[in-house]
C-alpha cells in the first residue's frame, strides 16, 4: 500500500508540473479503522471505515493554494493539479510561502527503530467486542455502578506518504489501539459519571480491559453526592488525567502562528522564565512506539529533541518553515500538514520534568484545596493569557479527600500560573504529553 501512495503523491507532482505549476508538495494518506461498542452485555454498534485523502499544494511564484480528493482516479489527480493552479495564480502573494532548501531535507531515515507500526497486524472483531464487553462487566461489578452509559474498543492504522518537487519523497505507517468506559453512578438529577480509556501503538502494550472497566467505575462510584465549593482562592492540583492540557497553553502561546501575529501571551518571553526555575519541557519526537512521535515533519525535515523551556526558560518557539521565514529565524521542523491545508506548526511528543512526590504527597504539600479531575469549556485570552474553565474534582482537607465537587469555575492568568507549578512524579511513560500531576498556588474559585 505504501508503495502505491508513493506513485499517487509522483503522479500528483507531474500534474501539478504539466498544469503550470513552479513548485508542489502531495500527501496521499489511507486508513482504515474498526470500532465497536456494547451496551447491556449485547452488541450495539460496530463500524468499519476505509478511507483516502489526497492534498496537492502547488506555488506559482510567491503565491499558493491547496486542493484535496478521496479520489484516486486519474482524472482526479489531474482536476485537482488544474484547479490547484487556477487558485494560486488567484491567490494573493504570500513572501513567505516555499518549499524546503533541498540541503534541508532529511537524510537516511529509520523508521523502523520507532517501531510506529504493530508487526501483529489487527485484532479481529471478535477479540474487540470481547474486550468491549470485559471492560463493561468489570465496571458495572464495581458497587454503586448503576449504569454503564458506553463500552467501546478500537483499532486502526493509517499508511502515510509525502512528496515534493524539492526531492523529498518519504513515508510511513501507524498503527494504534482503544479500549474505554464510561460508568454511572446514582439515578435522575443525582447521576454522576466518569471514565477510563487507555490508547497504545502497540496491541501488546495494553492494559487489560478488566482494568480499565474497573477504574472507570471507581471513579463514578466517587463522583457520587458531588457539590459545588466554597468561593475563594484556594491550591489546586490539576490531577495527570488533564495537566497536560495547562500545559498545552503554554504550547498554544510558543506556536509560531501566534507568535507572528502577535497574538500571544508569551510574545515578547523569548529567554525570560516561563515556569519555575527547576522544570524543563523537552519535546522528543523519536520515542519508540508513542503516537505522537514522527521521522519527519510536513515539509521533509528531519525532527529531533529539543528543550523547549529549559531550567524554566523559554529556548524557542515551535515553528515550521513559514512561520520561521516571518521571524526571520529556522524552522524547528514542527510542520504538520492535512490534505486540506498547507504546512502549520505542531508539537510531537513533549514531557515535563517530574517532581519528588507522588500525588498523595503533592496532596499533603497543599493541606486544603481542590484536586481537579475535569475540566470542561474555556474562555482563554490568547493575547493576555486570562484563563477560565470549568471544572469538577475531589475537594481536598487536611491532605486527604474529603468530598467530590462539581459545577465550578476555575480563574487565573497563565504567565502567573505556569510559574507556580509543583509537578508530581506520576506522568504515565506511554502518553505522547508525558505531563503529572500539578499543584498550583492561589487560582479564583467560583463555586457556592
Not at 12 to 21: D, E, F, P, V
Not at 152 to 161: D, K, T
Not at 162 to 182: E, H
Not at 371 to 400: C, F, H, K, Q
Request: charged share 20%.
Amino acid at each position: 500500500m505504501q508503495q502505491d501512495l508513493e506513485a499517487l503523491t509522483a503522479a500528483l507532482l507531474h500534474a501539478a508540473r504539466a498544469a503550470g505549476a513552479e513548485a508542489a508538495d502531495a500527501l496521499a494518506v489511507t486508513g482504515q479503522s474498526i470500532s465497536i461498542d456494547v451496551r447491556e452485555g449485547a452488541l450495539e454498534q460496530a463500524e468499519r471505515a476505509e478511507a483516502i485523502d489526497l492534498g496537492l499544494r502547488v506555488l506559482i511564484g510567491r503565491r499558493q493554494a491547496c486542493v484535496s480528493a478521496s479520489d484516486a482516479r486519474r482524472q482526479t489527480l489531474e482536476t485537482m493539479a488544474e484547479r490547484a493552479v487556477a487558485m494560486a495564480r488567484e491567490a494573493p502573494e504570500d513572501p513567505h510561502a516555499g518549499l524546503a532548501d533541498p540541503g534541508q531535507l532529511v537524510r537516511d531515515l529509520d523508521i523502523a527503530a520507532l517501531e510506529l507500526d504493530d508487526p501483529e497486524g489487527d485484532p479481529a472483531p471478535a477479540a474487540l467486542e470481547a474486550e468491549a464487553r470485559a471492560a463493561e462487566a468489570a465496571a458495572q461489578a464495581v458497587a454503586g455502578v448503576s449504569q454503564v452509559q458506553s463500552a467501546s474498543a478500537a483499532q486502526g492504522r493509517q499508511v502515510m506518504h509525502l512528496a515534493a518537487t524539492n526531492g523529498f519523497s518519504g513515508g510511513y505507517a501507524r498503527s494504534s489501539r482503544m479500549t474505554s468506559c464510561v460508568a454511572i453512578t446514582g439515578e435522575g438529577t443525582a447521576m454522576e459519571r466518569d471514565g477510563y480509556g487507555e490508547s497504545r501503538v502497540h496491541q501488546a502494550d495494553m492494559p487489560g480491559a478488566s482494568e480499565i472497566g474497573r477504574i472507570a467505575g471507581e471513579r463514578a462510584v466517587a463522583r457520587a453526592g458531588a457539590r459545588r465549593p466554597k468561593t475563594g482562592a484556594w491550591p489546586v492540583i490539576y490531577d495527570e488525567r488533564i495537566a497536560a492540557g495547562l500545559i498545552g497553553h503554554l504550547l498554544a502561546a510558543v506556536n509560531g502562528t501566534a507568535v507572528a501575529r502577535g497574538a500571544s501571551w508569551l510574545r515578547d518571553a523569548m529567554g525570560e522564565p516561563v515556569l519555575p526555575a527547576g522544570l524543563t519541557l523537552t519535546e522528543d519526537p523519536h520515542r519508540r512506539r508513542i503516537g505522537g512521535s514522527r521521522p519527519f515533519d510536513g515539509e521533509g525535515l528531519a525532527t529531533a529533541r529539543r528543550d523547549i523551556v529549559r531550567g524554566g526558560v523559554l529556548q524557542g518557539w515551535v515553528l515550521d518553515l513559514a512561520t520561521a521565514r516571518k521571524l526571520g529565524l529556522e524552522s524547528t521542523a514542527n510542520a504538520a500538514r492535512s490534505a486540506a491545508a498547507p504546512p502549520s506548526p505542531s508539537v510531537s511528543n513533549i514531557a515535563l520534568t517530574q517532581g519528588a512526590q507522588g500525588l498523595d504527597g503533592l496532596m499533603r504539600e497543599m493541606g486544603t484545596g481542590f484536586l481537579v479531575t475535569s475540566l470542561m469549556g474555556a474562555s482563554i485570552n490568547p493575547t493576555t493569557g486570562d484563563y477560565s474553565r470549568g471544572a469538577s474534582g475531589v475537594w481536598v482537607e487536611n491532605g486527604e479527600v474529603a468530598y467530590p465537587v462539581n459545577e465550578c469555575t476555575l480563574a487565573g492568568n497563565l504567565r502567573d500560573m505556569l510559574m507556580r507549578l509543583t509537578p508530581a512524579n506520576d506522568a504515565r511513560a506511554h502518553r505522547s504529553h508525558m505531563v503529572p500531576s500539578l499543584l498550583v498556588e492561589g487560582l479564583t474559585l467560583a463555586g457556592e
